[in-house]
Nanobody, 123 residues
């Protein structure tokens, strides 16, 4: 099994930066692909970035490309560096993981989820 715990959310002004952290535990083999998702109440959950453990290959949604960076450190902690934040980035942010080498922004692929951390951006 895999457990994921997000932290680092908060309330910031538009244009500022924030860094989210996802601390994993459990089997490394079950979290080959990791991702950040976000969800606004009443809307579908959006996959915003993925990273593959083996080669650090990444993929981003157009809505965050150039502003957000997904990364992992040697301890497998997952990060999301968010810059130039906009009010439309306000959401509950989740990290997720699965064991497949195919690592794309498809919610149905992800088996393990954290509880989420709230990000609020005001103008």
């Amino acid at each position: 099994q895999v457990q994921l715990m997000e932290s680092g959310g908060g309330t910031v002004q538009a244009g500022e930066s924030l860094k989210l952290t996802c601390t994993p535990s459990g089997s490394t083999a079950l979290r080959v692909c990791m991702a950040w998702f976000r969800q606004v109440p009443g809307k579908k959950r959006e996959a915003i970035a993925t990273i593959r453990h083996n080669d650090d290959a990444t993929e981003y949604a157009d809505s965050v490309k150039g502003r957000f960076t997904i990364s992992q450190d040697n301890a497998d902690t997952l990060y999301l560096q968010m810059s130039d934040l906009k009010p439309e980035d306000t959401a509950l942010y989740y990290c997720a993981a699965h064991s497949s080498y195919t690592c794309i922004r498809n919610e149905a692929d992800f088996r393990f989820w954290g509880q989420g951390t709230q990000v609020t951006v005001y103008s």
